[in-house]
């Protein structure tokens, strides 16, 4: 029994069609998968830079309330030694 060359073609064609259309198949997910890790390393980029902002802001807002609450405290210090002198 002799195998045509059709046969033959398709005897090997098709697997290595078949192998192709699943590596270009695997390479489509890998690239969709890709560009959604992407994607949301963008966002959360963004989130912590907009937290960064925010506590920058807060730490200047800190750095003024301390500085308010040592000016107080040298006042009343002055107070106090006023009051002891008399």
Do not use: C, W
């Not at 059709?6 to 690239?31: C, W």
């Not at 560009?35 to 959360?44: G, H, I, V, Y």
Request: no cysteine; net charge neutral.
């Amino acid at each position: 029994m002799a195998v045509t060359d059709t046969q033959l073609y398709l005897a090997v064609g098709l697997p290595v069609l078949i192998v192709l259309l699943n590596f270009v198949s695997g390479m489509m997910q890998h690239s969709s998968v890709m560009s959604r890790f992407s994607s949301l390393e963008n966002q959360m980029n963004a989130r912590f830079s907009s937290l960064e902002n925010r506590f920058s802001s807060l730490e200047s807002r800190f750095d003024t309330l301390t500085g308010k609450v040592i000016e107080v405290d040298n006042r009343l210090t002055r107070v106090e030694a006023i009051l002891e002198r008399r």
